[in-house]
């Protein structure tokens, strides 16, 4: 036997591994019922006003027509013509009756009538007339009203006094009945029409919900790509680790070959592409890996108030031998600097991407690096007069693994990281990084950054 609370926790586990059931709920139960109690509520009121209008025209009505006949009361054919005349005009009116006061205290002589036949007869009165008689008479400057049903119909019966000429005394009533079948018909046939919108509403929420379900289910498959995209990016990062330690060995050894004496020309000639095929999957690991720390926020700045020149002549020493290899003239235009605060290690990561590759993508020609300050903003230029990148090009450079794709560069290797991780550096030390280019003529990357304060 399950027991209750079993049933209950298996109910809420279900409703939380499908929560468009609580949408559903909502949507399709809620609002309905929220439409339901406020359209009773309006329909209520509009059914009371209404009520009270006909009322009083009833009311005011029996007041005038007691008013006019009490001097014709012994003109029982003159009351009659007013009655068909009020009647004609009125069709809501159900019966119009005139009677005289009581004769023997149990019936009552019809003086007129809508209902010609039974003028002149006695009649007897149910008990809702003589109730509203009774009122009528202790007080017959007014008329009452109360509603009953007859046969699944409303009805409002109205009683006035009609007061003998010149005394306080009653000398007859009026009684009138008005269906209220019309005004009711309306107000159903309004309900009906409210109801068929509801009906339609309601359906336009199922169909709705088929699509939310379907939204959820997405919301579900994003959160699961979610999760498998961090698994990726996990597992990228412990393979990326794990290959640094062999790495590291390859190296080492590789060093020690070198420096050994009994290598010949072509076993050091093998040993240097080793050493650059080494070197090149050092520097991959390391994108890899500081993609993974950007993305993850697990990168640290260090941000301390930096001497830029000194740190930019000494980077630039280190790249004369590269370029020269190359045919490349390597130029720095040192000019007095202001510090500005960033991470030493990091800038200078930032600098070897862009000089690296001003080096890399410059066949013949020059690499520059020129600095200003200017309105409180430093800025470091790399100037090349390399391959140049298209405009179109221009606005994807910063994107992950973007690589200009043309006969030139096809031949030199890389992954499209480098400027991804740097863009990703230079904002983390609130600094900006642009380009301008013309393709076939050269690059320049600029970096500004705020002065220290
Ligand atoms: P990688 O150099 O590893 O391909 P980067 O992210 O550093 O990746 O650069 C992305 C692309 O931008 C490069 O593939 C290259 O096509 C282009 N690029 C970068 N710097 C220059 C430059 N100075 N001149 C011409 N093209 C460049």
């Not at 007869?121 to 009528?136: I, K, N």
């Not at 070959?257 to 070197?279: F, H, M, N």
């Not at 031998?321 to 235009?333: F, N, S, V």
């Amino acid at each position: 036997m399950t027991s209750f609370s079993e049933i209950t926790s298996r109910t809420i586990k279900f409703i939380k591994s499908n929560p468009q059931i609580i949408y559903t709920l909502f949507l399709a139960v809620a609002i309905p019922l929220a439409f339901v109690y406020t359209s009773e509520k309006f329909l209520k009121v509009a059914r009371d006003n209404q009520d009270r209008l006909e009322r009083s025209r009833i009311g005011m009505l029996e007041e005038a027509f007691a008013f006019f006949v009490r001097d014709h009361l012994h003109d029982a054919g003159y009351v009659q013509e007013q009655i068909k005349r009020l009647s004609s005009q009125n069709q809501t009116i159900m019966t119009f009756d005139v009677i005289g006061r009581s004769g023997d205290g149990k019936t009552y002589p019809m003086l007129a009538s809508l209902d010609e036949s039974s003028v002149g007869t006695a009649v007897e009165l149910d008990g809702l007339s003589r109730h509203l008689m009774s009122l009528a008479r202790t007080n017959p400057e007014q008329s009452y009203a109360t509603p009953y049903y007859n046969g699944g119909i409303r009805y409002w019966r109205s009683v006035g006094a009609i007061l003998a000429t010149g005394t306080p005394d009653v000398a007859g009533f009026v009684i009138v009945d008005l269906s209220m079948a019309n005004t009711d018909a309306i107000a159903r046939a309004n309900v009906k029409n409210a109801y068929w919108v509801l009906g339609i509403i309601v359906i336009l929420i199922i169909i709705l919900l088929a699509r939310q379900a379907k939204v959820i289910d997405y919301a579900t498959l994003y959160a699961k790509l979610k999760d498998v995209d961090k698994m990726k990016d996990d597992f990228v990062s412990m393979a990326a680790h794990e290959l640094r330690s062999p790495l590291t060995i390859i190296r080492g050894y590789t060093d020690m070959l070198k420096s050994g004496e009994k290598i010949t020309d072509a076993g050091k000639g093998y040993l240097d592409r080793i050493d650059v095929a080494a070197k090149d999957l050092n520097g991959l690991i390391g994108d890899i890996l500081d993609v993974a720390k950007l993305q993850e926020g697990r990168m640290s700045f260090q941000l301390e108030p930096l001497d830029v020149s000194t740190e930019i002549a000494s980077l630039v020493d280190s790249f004369v031998k590269p370029a020269e290899d190359k045919g490349l003239r390597l130029l720095y235009e040192a000019t007095p600097l202001p510090k500005i605060s960033v991470d030493k290690t990091r800038f200078h990561q930032v600098m070897v991407n862009l000089v690296g590759n001003a080096i890399k993508y410059t066949p013949k020609g020059e690499v520059r690096v020129i600095t200003e300050e200017k309105e409180g903003i430093v800025s470091i230029r790399v100037s090349d007069t390399g391959l140049g990148i298209s405009a179109e090009d221009q606005k994807k450079l910063f994107q992950k693994f973007y690589r200009v794709k043309s006969d030139e560069t096809a031949k030199i290797t890389g992954t499209g990281l480098g400027l991804w991780i740097t863009d990703e550096i230079v904002r983390q030390m609130k600094g900006t990084i642009s380009v301008e280019s013309i393709k076939g003529k050269g690059t320049d990357f600029i970096l500004n950054f705020p002065i220290a304060k």
